[in-house]
């Protein structure tokens, strides 16, 4: 009450009338009546004010003159210990009658229970709740406003070094701060909040602004998963120790990092409230990691790899919780990231195929195929051995010879993409256009009309010869790429007389298209896959879907069936994939589980559990010895495929992760997700490579090229964009041109269309690929580099 109390008048200089007046009691509770009557009004407080009003016979002229009355109009002023003993809980000391026991507010509860009431008031006395005046402005919803946009400025207005790290903490207080305001039922001043400063971080965090604006109640907050998640848990954030004493200055101070033309910086009463509000959510919610490199020698990406909610998506290594991601991954020790070996029975036969194929085509180059069959070491990376390797048949099939000679010819025949060739190269010259024909691959794009209600899934087959789509009605339709009709077998016929090949061909189907719809599934199917292993030698045999049913499905390609179920989540499958050896695959579901199964069992062989939210993706390793999973959670995770054991953990992302891609050396994975960013990993040490940035929506799927060197990405921005895996990754002053079409610039995103594409495009985005109107749901290599990529037409009426 002190700052906002008129100071007590003294001796001198005041009048004999003044001082008269002032001594007279029933003046001074005049003049405490009008103070308050005065703070009523101002704080817009009408019904209390005319409740008063009437309670102290205040008379209708003064009420509408709003004038002090004129017994009472020549002081404006009390004494600040008579306002006290009028408005504070009063009892005076046994000592000192005419003191106040309870003048120091701050222990005015202490005092009432410790006087020896009765046993009633003293338990009444308990259950009041402490709070103090700090905790009664912290009710003001200007505060959090004027503190955020003060933070916001003060970040704006640091060295251009210290901007990288300070970024990341507008996230998390703009989240408590819109909480704070929700929960305290300022639904009104949230919105506000909301709408002012969401804009500025929507391009890396819209997936989580957005569902914030879903939360409108203070019930919402208590039961929302996302709130309780940033209640409950602190947000780390990392920073350099000049950083973090900056940041530290500011708050207790408010000192530096005003924008230009702010004078005298961020002052006065609001603005330390604001700052307060801030030290709330600091003290309370987040915890810094606070690192003794200097500040220029940390990649600015690299700051937010290591912001987030670390602890608990940490796992626990040898027993002991690790915080920090990057020393759990340490701790795992050395992967075999190498390539799988060949058994040598199959090394051999393959040797011995080549060389009588090249006797029979008199090829004499054929002889130096024999290199490509003979695998090399791969510099830097640990190869498995053959016991490494999960459990598989003991004796390989004429078809694992076919596609280990088709590999060799694809490697001989196959089209070297390379990147680097458009470095330093004006594109618009005809030595442009050569070097930009070497460096970007061919894209085939197959585009899907009247999909109903959705397509969520595309896949080709490794030879090329089958598309096959899931869709929302529960059915998957496949293609024949080839124009051969889709056969499968008549129902009519008795098993009894099956007895050699001749007998099935009797028994197919005579007519058939070059199209076929598969039925099964009861909910929409989210995920299909080609069984591998073939290779690009021959025609797949199986496919398998996944589903919201919660099963997974083999089909059999002969005869056109569903040939096996395999239950075991409970909950929507999101992803399936096959193992490269083909006799395993890998589930992602919503009960945030992976699992592994084999095609020969129903039941799952492991599961793979320690992800907070939804897996939504997966994908083997090369080498079949580790399975990588991407989550709701915003991390991506690396399993050891036989212990089912976490041995690397990516953070960084700043959304969902939906998208894997291994780099066909075994080197590098790739992630991208809901925040619009792709990262890049090197598995060995866990680190993140390089943030690669230029997509306007959700990025849907990743694939390499055969060389791993090029990184192809398609989303729902109606683009394919490809990427320069080996250079290195920076935003560019302003976009460079790209042949007929500037990066990003004519990328059809009419709902992304306010954003400036320019600023969020990386170095290393060698291409943009646009549309019409086709979200990319799937991008794949084949063996020789050639890119196909599909998707669903949205038409505008459907918008």
């Known amino acids: 009450m002190s700052a906002a109390t008129p100071a007590a008048s003294t001796p001198e200089g005041v009048s004999p009338s003044a001082a008269n007046t002032s001594s007279d009691p029933n003046y001074n509770a005049s003049a405490i009546d009008r103070l308050v009557l005065d703070y009523l009004r101002a704080r817009g407080l009408r019904g209390a004010e005319e409740a008063l009003r009437e309670s102290i016979g205040t008379s209708a002229e003064d009420k509408d003159s709003g004038k002090v009355p004129e017994s009472s109009a020549s002081t404006s002023t009390i004494p600040a210990d008579e306002l006290v003993k009028k408005l504070a809980v009063f009892a005076p000391k046994q000592t000192k009658p005419g003191e106040n026991a ?347 009309h009247d999909a109903g209600e959705g397509a969520p899934c595309c896949t080709f087959s490794q030879d090329t010869s089958l598309m096959a789509a899931g869709f929302s009605e529960s059915y998957i339709r496949l293609w024949s790429l080839k124009g051969e009709k889709l056969k499968g077998y008549r129902s009519d016929f008795q098993s009894s007389s099956i007895r050699d090949a001749s007998s099935l061909k009797k028994i197919r189907e005579k007519g058939g298209s070059t199209t076929r719809k598969l039925i099964g599934h009861s909910g929409p199917v989210y995920s299909v896959a080609f069984d591998p292993i073939g290779g690009s030698a021959a025609p797949p045999r199986y496919l398998l879907s996944a589903s919201a049913d919660a099963t997974t499905r083999l089909w059999s390609l002969d005869t056109m069936t569903n040939v096996a179920a395999y239950r075991g989540h409970q909950n929507p499958i999101w992803d399936v994939q096959w193992s490269p050896m083909g006799i395993y695959f890998a589930t992602a579901s919503r009960d945030r589980t992976a699992r592994l199964w084999s095609t020969d069992r129903t039941s799952a062989l492991r599961v793979y559990a320690g992800h907070l939210g939804d897996v939504d993706c997966v994908q083997f390793h090369p080498n079949s010895l580790y399975l990588a999973t991407g989550s709701s959670d915003w991390t991506a995770r690396l399993w050891d495929v036989q212990r089912g054991s976490c041995v690397r953990v990516f953070t960084g992302h700043q959304g969902i992760v939906s998208t894997l891609a291994f780099s066909p050396d075994g080197r590098y994975l790739a992630t991208a997700g809901e925040d619009l960013a792709i990262n890049l990993w090197d598995l060995g040490s866990g680190k993140r490579v390089k943030k690669m940035t230029g997509h306007t929506a959700s990025v849907y799927s990743l694939a390499f090229s055969a060389e791993s060197s090029m990184l192809v990405s398609g989303g729902a921005d109606w683009t394919v964009r490809c990427w320069d895996v080996k250079s290195s990754s920076s935003s560019p002053s302003k976009a460079r041109e790209n042949g007929n079409h500037t990066n990003g610039a004519g990328a059809a995103a009419p709902e992304n269309g306010d954003r400036k594409e320019d600023s969020l495009e990386t170095t290393d985005l060698l291409a943009t690929f646009p549309t019409k109107r086709t979200p990319i749901i799937d991008v794949q290599f084949t063996s020789r580099n050639l890119c196909l990529v599909a998707g669903p037409y949205l038409s505008p009426e459907s918008r």
């Open 102 to 448: 309870l003048k120091d507010s701050s222990s005015v509860l202490q005092e009432l229970a410790a006087m020896g009431n009765t046993t009633n008031i003293q338990n009444l006395i308990a259950s009041i709740p402490s709070i103090g005046a700090e905790e009664i402005l912290s009710l003001d919803p200007t505060d959090k406003h004027e503190g955020f946009r003060e933070l916001e400025a003060w970040v704006e207005g640091s060295l251009e070094m210290y901007k990288p790290e300070f970024r990341p903490i507008l996230f998390p207080i703009f989240c408590h701060f819109y909480l704070d305001l929700v929960q305290h039922g300022f639904k009104d001043a949230a919105l506000d909040f909301h709408a002012t400063f969401s804009p500025s971080l929507a391009p890396v965090h819209h997936t989580t602004i957005h569902h914030l604006s879903t939360i409108l109640l203070p019930i919402h907050v208590q039961t929302d998963e996302v709130a309780q998640r940033f209640r409950n848990e602190k947000y780390t954030i990392r920073m350099s120790r000049s950083g973090f004493g900056l940041l530290v200055g500011w708050l207790t101070e408010g000192i530096g990092g005003e924008a230009t033309g702010g004078g005298e910086g961020f002052s006065g009463e609001k603005g330390k409230r604001g700052r307060a509000a801030i030290m709330r959510v600091v003290n309370n919610h987040l915890r810094f990691d606070v690192t003794s490199s200097p500040t220029t020698s940390v990649s600015p990406n690299a700051w937010e790899e290591s912001t987030g909610f670390l602890t608990s998506v940490t796992p626990q290594a040898n027993g002991s919780t690790l915080i920090d991601p990057q020393a759990f991954n340490t701790s795992r020790g050395e992967l075999k990231l190498g390539p799988a070996p060949l058994s040598e029975e199959l090394r051999t036969e393959t040797e011995r195929l080549l060389r009588e194929q090249a006797m029979v085509d008199r090829d004499p180059s054929a002889q130096y195929d024999l290199h490509y069959a003979r695998q090399t070491t791969v510099p830097g990376l640990v190869s498995p051995s053959l016991s490494d390797l999960p459990p598989h048949p003991p004796t390989f099939k004429t078809v694992d010879i076919k596609r280990e000679v088709e590999k060799v010819r694809d490697a001989r025949k196959r089209i070297r993409l390379e990147p680097s060739a458009l470095a330093n190269v004006n594109l618009n010259t005809p030595q442009g256009a050569a070097a930009r024909s070497r460096a970007l691959p061919s894209i085939c794009c197959y585009t899907l």
